[in-house]
């Protein structure tokens, strides 16, 4: 999905995009058993500009904790996370349970039909859940795939056709054009 709002004064218009049909979720941070879930989402950047916030819907927060978002350039091609460009933490508690968490980015340059992505982690003993979109829906965001690792296997695993609910704001240009 991609919208936009113009924003007159400084002649550029707000672009969101992503998915934020909610469905199961996955859990983030250190379980009981002491292994630590990451996980993340690729994205096409629809136009170029500053990526202004990503926001995750978290339906539950069994621990509160400090979370790490962190952006990478990414290759789509090969699935293989490159220069980690911007990195924001938040301190998620159970005021951010069944509510969407924005995480503000600050002077984050994308350019258009480049895939970027990101990875959230807890940094502490903290746990909570980011929601997925439906499973009933075949690849809801079709410009993205869902990423998923633990401590034990940091590398992780992509997952094609599911995708975590997620929406980005991009600030471009008035007059540019989407995907």
């Not at 951010?96 to 600050?106: A, L």
């Not at 903290?126 to 410009?143: D, K, L, R």
Request: with cysteine; hydrophobic share 35%.
């Amino acid at each position: 999905m991609i919208s936009s709002t113009n924003i007159p004064k400084n002649n550029t218009v707000m672009i969101a995009f992503g998915s934020k049909d909610i469905g199961p979720y996955y859990w983030v941070g250190r379980s009981e058993s002491g292994v630590q879930y990451y996980a993340g989402q690729t994205f096409q950047a629809p136009a170029s500009g500053l990526l202004k916030r990503l926001q995750l819907f978290s339906p539950v927060v069994h621990r509160p904790c400090s979370a790490t978002l962190s952006i990478y350039q990414f290759d789509n091609t090969t699935n293989t996370f490159r220069n980690k460009l911007s990195e924001i933490n938040k301190n998620i508690t159970k005021g951010d349970e069944n509510n969407w968490i924005d995480f503000t980015i600050t002077d984050l340059k994308v350019e258009k039909n480049q895939f970027y992505a990101f990875k959230i982690n807890c940094t502490d003993l903290g746990m909570f859940a980011i929601a997925e979109c439906p499973w009933s829906s075949a690849n809801p965001y079709v410009e993205g795939i869902q990423w998923t690792g633990t401590s034990t296997d940091p590398e992780g695993i992509f997952h094609k056709d599911f995708d975590f609910a997620f929406e980005g704001v991009i600030e471009a240009s008035a007059n540019a054009k989407f995907i």
